[in-house]
């Protein structure tokens, strides 16, 4: 197997914007968590993409954490870059950012790691992918925190929960 050239976190960070329409919204004009987990979801994938230039799939989802609303005719705008890369799998920060256009202020609302899986073309089985080149200290604390937290998602248990009702 072909030794994969390590690539800086910059190489295959993202930005997605989108303008929040009625359609993303619920009744009183905040749009909708899942609608913004979509776009996550997209930047994420991108993210993984452009690293692994493979077919990617969601693994899962934490720490999701809501801070504030994103309004209607707000601009979402989603930044995703990776954290920390093993042998076939990469964990991605996501957050959204939303911007009142007219006001010209910017606020956090949403963050997340999504970790996702490169996938063989062929078989559809994980691949490996290329390990990160970290540039600096703070890409050096992200990797080591992220590593802790891929060593913790391999403790809990992988099954699915049975409905009550």
Partial sequence: MTELAPKTIAESAVILSEIILPAHTNAVGNAHGGELLKIMDSAAGACAVKHSRSIVVTAGVDNVTFHAPVFLGNLA???????????????????????????????????????LVALDEKTMSPKPIAQLDLQNDAERREFAAGQLRMEERKKIPRVCWLPLY
């Fill in 77 to 115: 705008i989603c930044h995703a870059h990776l954290t920390f890369v093993s042998n076939r799998s990469m964990e991605i920060a996501v957050n959204i950012d939303a911007e009142d256009m007219l006001q010209g202020t910017r606020k956090c609302c949403l963050t997340a790691y999504f970790i």
